[in-house]
């Protein structure tokens, strides 16, 4: 879970930097988007991309951290049992989330973001 974590931490990290315009297009990797689009670009700047005008990557790098302080607690063994339920809680709505917004992208947007 732990390394899971920093995995999307990272990964968030770089969308919190592409929305805020530290990262230039050609500077996503091919993996992420293609160089000759800037359809993700595009894309973080909808109204999609932020849930109630928090950009939604600043969300995940919020998520991302929370579940890696969960999990280092849980190794611990000093972790309340309340914090895991809220981890699971907000990875529960993170999951019931994403279906809308893979539908925004194709229906609303008419676009896809390669991930």
Request: aromatic share 10%; charged share 10%.
């Amino acid at each position: 879970m732990l390394g899971l974590a920093l995995v999307g931490a990272g990964i968030s990290l770089h969308f919190v930097r592409a929305y805020y315009g530290q990262v230039e297009s050609p500077a996503v990797p091919a993996a992420l988007c293609r160089r000759d689009e800037q359809t993700c670009m595009t894309i973080l700047r909808t109204p999609y991309a932020r849930l109630l005008g928090v950009p939604n990557a600043v969300l995940g790098l919020g998520f991302y951290l929370f579940t890696a302080l969960v999990a280092v607690g849980t190794l611990a063994g000093a972790l309340p049992v309340w914090l895991v339920q809220v981890n699971f809680v907000a990875a529960t709505l993170t999951v019931v989330l994403v279906p809308y917004l893979v539908w925004a992208l194709r229906a609303r947007l008419h676009t896809w973001c390669g991930l």
